[in-house]
């Protein structure tokens, strides 16, 4: 007789409502179990609610207390864990498909159908796809259930690191689709450069070589004053209308995506590796930015931008120009006698350039690049630690002021552009900026001092934040420079003048990479209008937005690769129990991140390794210090002997521990 009972019901309902509610993160465990983590507390998921949830749901619950003991009972769905996903095909005993999700702590089966044009028939067992949720228990009352919208891989392909990485970001793995041909599109006279000596100095095997280099000694009455430095930027807006296809898939990728073993560009291969790319020996259309300093390497007079036709004399590698001027034995010498002449003067040129960037902005902190060498199936061969030589920082420092001329010109004449800013520190983060360099620097003399020095408005100065990286330059090891990093903002595009707190300038705007990043075909297409008396059209809100997220993909895309490689390399060797040196990265309850210093793996190394009673650890987050019974045992910046004990390729996670 209670049965479909209103009356009934709404008393339940109220029932319900009268208890408490809170909202949280759904935390499986590897038990069939889970955690709502809500902002003050955890609370206990039975098994069978846990059914109806996936890892990471956001949910509204209501607290029930049994046996003296709360647990959480699964109310209503806020935000789904999953919506579009990676996955691997999978079929059950009945041949039924299913799809298991591509994430560390999901590992439940989800019921799936295909999405035309995909088959059923087509896939098969451990096959890459992206998929869609389609059904959730909490929202649709019924079970989980997925359909397959996209073929990525079979799972055996030996290229699926790069194909399934590029598919969950949504980026394309096909190059900016060309035209049948290619009409110059400029009008205005250029400047006929070529008979000058520039010369290229790039990787050996790069064929998108967008900047070329020619300088010469300024003097007067026979005594050298200081330097002109002429940089040509090959010019692909000379080719490519506004209103083109290639155009929109430009401002869509916004850069060339760089790849272990290979790259996807952002413009068709014939512009960027053919037409534009300047080639040794062929006339090509540039932008062109004549640069005069003293011999301090101060710039000396405002830079003259021009539109011209230019001729490398010598494409140039890096490995070679650095062997010859670190006079390295049996080292490659220069074939003619200009070449060499350009190659001792840029190195001059670019040591007074270090030295001025040192005194009156920052350097950059010498860290080695990581790079990946292939077989031709994709498995990692080797993976060399690249430091910064000498050619590769002459290259460094004629794009660094090539990018500060080209800031004060767009400021100057077009009044706006596409500027690299970086504001510094978070501005909430000052008070305890000044307190942190006060615990690390001072002392009962100096305190005064340096309590105005650190000052948050001091910081907050583009000076006053020079300052302090210099004073904490000389200080041996990474844990400041570590910790400090914390407490930063991040870097941003703006379309006026800014300071970059992180390169110490008052001004940077980079045009020197058009092949490769749109913000520089548009700050080209600016500075073009300039010496055309064109009007200027300011960059809008939308381009910024899509540059900041396309530069934030772009990085995720690079990283998961890498760790999938190096999940894949390091496994093949774990028999070996390898040992490495590592410096600490990250300190958290659950243990170290520790970079490997030889490859640039990060291994972690969990807290019940590093001491078995958790109850005696303690996490200092403001040193991001780890502390066993009251005692500093690690900290950021601290390095450390690691032995590999574990690679679990499916996560891409690689663990070890400290000896």
Same mark, same amino acid.
């Given at each position: ?57 956001? !949910?509204? /619950? ?6 003296? =003991? %709360? $647990? ?7 935000? &789904?864990? #999953? ?26 089966? !989800?019921? /799936? ?6 088959? =059923? %028939? $087509? ?7 992206? &998929?869609? #949720? ?526």
């Amino acid at each position: 007789m209670f049965q479909n009972n209103p009356l009934l019901s709404q008393l339940k309902q109220q029932i319900r409502e009268s208890k408490p509610h809170v909202e949280g993160v759904v935390k499986a465990s590897d038990k069939a179990y889970g955690f709502l983590e809500c902002e003050k507390k955890s609370y206990f998921i039975p098994p069978m609610a846990m059914k109806k949830l996936m890892h990471g749901d956001k !949910i509204k /619950a209501v607290i029930e207390t049994i046996n003296d =003991k %709360e $647990q959480a009972e699964p109310d209503a769905l806020i935000e &789904a864990m #999953l919506d579009r996903f990676i996955a691997k095909v999978r079929f059950n005993k009945e041949g039924k498909l299913q799809v298991i999700v591509d994430h560390p702590n999901i590992n439940q089966p !989800i019921g /799936a159908n295909c999405a035309n044009p995909i088959k =059923k %028939e $087509q896939l098969k067992e451990g096959d890459w796809v992206v &998929a869609r #949720l389609k059904t959730h228990p909490l929202r649709d009352d019924r079970f989980f259930f997925a359909q397959i919208e996209q073929f990525i891989c079979a799972a055996n392909d030996d290229f699926a690191p790069w194909w399934v990485t590029l598919a969950r970001h949504e980026q394309s793995r096909y190059p900016v689709e060309g035209q049948d041909h290619y009409e110059m599109l400029d009008q205005q006279t250029r400047e006929d450069l070529t008979a000058l000596h520039f010369v290229t100095i790039d990787s050996e095997t790069t064929k998108d070589m967008d900047d070329a280099l020619y300088i010469e000694p300024i003097t007067n009455n026979g005594t050298q004053t200081g330097w002109k430095l002429i940089v040509a930027i090959a010019d692909p807006t000379a080719y490519i209308a506004l209103d083109s296809q290639i155009e929109q898939d430009a401002k869509q990728r916004c850069f060339t995506n760089y790849l272990p073993g290979f790259n996807i560009p952002m413009l068709p291969r014939e512009l960027s590796d053919e037409l534009c790319s300047l080639v040794a020996n062929e006339t090509r259309p540039a932008l062109v930015c004549y640069i005069e300093t003293d011999l301090t390497g101060n710039i000396s007079a405002k830079p003259v931008f021009v539109s011209a036709f230019v001729q490398s004399k010598g494409k140039l590698a890096y490995n070679n120009v650095s062997n010859y001027l670190e006079q390295q034995p049996n080292a490659w010498q220069p074939e003619h006698p200009d070449t060499q002449q350009q190659i001792d003067w840029l190195h001059q040129f670019t040591l007074a350039r270090i030295q001025w960037r040192k005194t009156h902005s920052l350097l950059f902190k010498e860290k080695p690049d990581y790079t990946f060498l292939l077989e031709d199936n994709g498995k990692v061969k080797e993976i060399k630690a690249e430091h910064r030589r000498i050619a590769n920082q002459i290259v460094e420092e004629s794009m660094i002021i090539a990018n500060i001329c080209a800031a004060l010109y767009l400021d100057e004449h077009a009044h706006c552009g596409i500027f690299n800013t970086h504001a510094g520190f978070d501005k909430k983060n000052l008070p305890a900026v000044q307190q942190f360099l006060l615990n690390q620097l001072a002392n009962d003399e100096n305190r005064e001092a340096l309590t105005e020095r650190y000052s948050p408005e001091n910081l907050s100065t583009l000076a006053g934040y020079c300052q302090m990286r210099h004073d904490i330059e000389p200080i041996a090891g990474d844990y400041l420079e570590l910790r400090l990093r914390r407490f930063l903002t991040f870097a941003e595009f703006k379309a006026e003048l800014a300071p970059h707190f992180g390169l110490g300038l008052t001004g940077y705007a980079t045009w020197t990479s058009p092949i490769r990043k749109y913000s520089d075909m548009v700050n080209h297409r600016l500075i073009k209008a300039c010496l055309t008396q064109q009007p200027c059209q300011k960059p809008n809100e939308p381009i910024l937005a899509r540059l900041q997220e396309a530069r934030k993909q772009n990085r995720l895309v690079e990283r998961d690769i890498a760790d999938w490689l190096y999940a894949l390399y390091l496994q093949d060797k774990l028999a070996l129990s390898p040992e490495f040196e590592g410096e600490i990265q990250d300190v958290s309850r659950g243990g170290l991140r520790v970079l490997l210093l030889e490859n640039g793996a990060s291994v972690f190394v969990p807290a019940s390794s590093l001491h078995n009673n958790k109850e005696e650890i303690t996490i200092n987050s403001d040193e991001l210090a780890f502390y066993i019974k009251g005692e500093r045992a690690y900290k950021i910046g601290d390095i450390v002997k690691i032995k590999l004990t574990e690679v679990k390729v499916e996560t891409r996670s690689i663990i070890g521990h400290i000896i």
